[in-house]
């Protein structure tokens, strides 16, 4: 099993950009693919993205691509989500997972959840 402790949310003015860490331990990360998940007040929990574990190969929601860029450092045991134009509706919670099978668009393809941060985007 490995733990997962998401960090970097907060409150942020619309256009602007953070920076989401997600550290792992208790196993090594390296060979895993991660997912980033966000889930708002009252909607379903969303796939933002992926990041597999060889390459760097990822993939992302049509509602963030070319504005979310995942990346991972193996070394560190960490991956990350940089998010730029952020939008009021980017407001979520949001989640990194380590991707067991299935679709990765599911989240019912992953175990081993983070507690999730907080963002908000306001407008």
């Known amino acids: 099993q490995v733990q997962l402790v998401e960090s970097g949310g907060g409150l942020v003015q619309a256009g602007g950009s953070l920076r989401l860490s997600c550290a792992a331990s208790?196993?090594?990360?390296?060979?895993?693919?991660v997912g980033w998940f966000r889930q708002a007040p009252g909607k379903e929990r969303e796939f933002v993205g992926v990041?597999?574990?060889?390459?760097?190969?990822?993939y992302y929601a049509d509602s963030v691509k070319g504005r979310f860029t995942i990346s991972r450092d193996n070394a560190k045991n960490a991956v990350y989500l940089q998010m730029v134009s952020l939008k009021p509706e980017d407001t979520a919670v949001y989640y990194c997972a380590v991707y067991d099978s299935g679709s990765y668009y599911y989240g019912s393809s992953y175990n081993d959840w983070g507690q999730g941060t907080q963002v908000t985007v306001s407008s």
């Open positions: 208790g196993r090594t990360f390296n060979s895993y693919n």
């Open positions: 990041i597999r574990w060889s390459g760097g190969v990822t």
